[in-house]
C-alpha cells in the first residue's frame, strides 16, 4: 500500500512469505483481507477507549480521557486516513465498518445513560441519538483533521471536538488537560 491504500494481493503474499492462494484462501479476495485489517484497526481503537482501570467517576472527565485517547491513536496510526475516508467505498469494508460504529455507538449510548443515571448528563435527551450523534460528528472531524495540511495539532483537535460536545450536552468547558 503506497499511502493510498491501492495494492496488489500478489505483493502483500509475497512480503508475508505465503502463496498467493493462501492468502486467497483466507481473505476470499482483496477486499476480504482489507475488511480484515479495518476489523482489526477497530479492535485497536475499542481497545485504546476502553479505559479499564481508570478511576475517575465524572462522565466528563472519563469522556475526555476517552476522546483524547482516540485522537491520539488515529493521529498515530498510518492507516487511520485510509480507513476512516478511502477504504470505506468498499462493499466488504463499508460492512465491517457498519458493523464496528454500530458496536461504538451501542457502547457510548451505555456510557451516556450511566451519565444521566448518575444526574451528570441531561435526562432529556435519548442516550442512542446524543451516541449517533457525538460518534459520528467525532468520525467525521478526526477524518477531515486527518486529511488536512497541515492538520491541526492533537490538542487543539480534542479541544475544539469536547468544547462542541459539552456545549451540547450543557457541560462544563474543557479541563485543563485531557
Not at 512480503?15 to 482483496?30: D, I, M, N, Q, W
Not at 498515530?76 to 454500530?102: D, F, M, Q
Request: overall charge neutral; glycine content about 10%.
Amino acid at each position: 500500500m503506497a499511502g493510498d491504500g491501492n495494492f496488489e494481493l500478489r505483493h502483500v503474499a509475497r512480503r508475508a512469505g505465503v502463496s498467493v492462494g493462501l492468502t486467497y484462501h483466507r481473505f476470499g479476495s482483496k477486499a476480504g483481507l482489507v475488511a480484515a485489517v479495518v476489523d482489526r484497526f477497530y479492535d485497536e481503537i475499542q481497545a485504546v477507549i476502553s479505559l479499564a482501570g481508570v478511576t475517575e467517576q465524572d462522565w466528563a472527565g472519563r469522556e475526555q480521557l476517552r476522546l483524547s485517547r482516540l485522537i491520539g491513536f488515529l493521529y498515530a496510526n498510518p492507516l487511520a486516513g485510509i480507513i476512516i475516508s478511502t477504504l470505506s467505498r468498499e462493499p466488504e469494508v463499508a460492512a465491517v465498518e457498519s458493523a464496528r460504529w454500530s458496536e461504538l455507538i451501542t457502547l457510548t449510548a451505555s456510557n451516556i445513560r450511566k451519565g444521566q443515571q448518575r444526574d451528570q448528563l441531561p435526562q432529556q435527551y435519548e442516550a442512542e441519538i446524543l451516541s449517533a450523534l457525538i460518534c459520528g460528528g467525532v468520525r467525521h472531524a478526526v477524518g477531515h483533521a486527518l486529511a488536512a495540511s497541515p492538520r491541526p495539532g492533537q490538542g487543539e483537535l480534542t479541544r475544539q471536538i469536547w468544547t462542541w460536545i459539552s456545549s451540547g450536552l450543557q457541560l462544563p468547558a474543557l479541563a485543563s488537560n485531557p
